[in-house]
Nanobody, 128 residues
Framework: QVQLIESGGGLVQTGGSLRLSCTAS????????MGWFRQAPGKEREFVSV????????RYADSMKGRFTISRDNAENTVYLQMTRLKPEDTAVYSC?????????????????????WGQGTQVTVSS
């Protein structure tokens, strides 16, 4: 059974930084694509970022490019999301996701429907 456990959320002021972590179990972590989505109150789930099995390929939503960095440690079965220059509009529940492929070059990366397992989410609140 696949489990994804997120941590690192919290309350931060505008312009601050947070680092989210997601530790996976029940899968061959080094062979799968990992990512992050977020959902703000009253809004649909939104793509944040993904990283391929090796850590070489990444993708970011346009609004997060240059501010967020995704990385992974295959030895620790953990994926990270370093968030900097946070804004109030980044306030959301951030969820870790996994898809049982090494990578994809298509737009399917951006749809939450294409992911196989989700974590429970961690709340990020950015105060103005």
């Amino acid at each position: 059974q696949v489990q994804l456990i997120e941590s690192g959320g919290g309350l931060v002021q505008t312009g601050g930084s947070l680092r989210l972590s997601c530790t996976a179990s029940g899968l061959t972590f080094s062979s799968v694509l990992m990512g992050w989505f977020r959902q703000a109150p009253g809004k649909e789930r939104e793509f944040v970022s993904v990283i391929d099995w090796s850590g070489f390929n990444t993708r970011y939503a346009d609004s997060m490019k240059g501010r967020f960095t995704i990385s992974r440690d295959n030895a620790e079965n953990t994926v990270y999301l370093q968030m900097t220059r946070l804004k109030p509009e980044d306030t959301a529940v951030y969820s870790c996701v996994v898809r049982n492929v090494r990578w994809s070059y298509g737009s399917d990366l951006y749809s939450p429907r294409n992911y196989d397992c989700w974590g429970q989410g961690t709340q990020v609140t950015v105060s103005s």
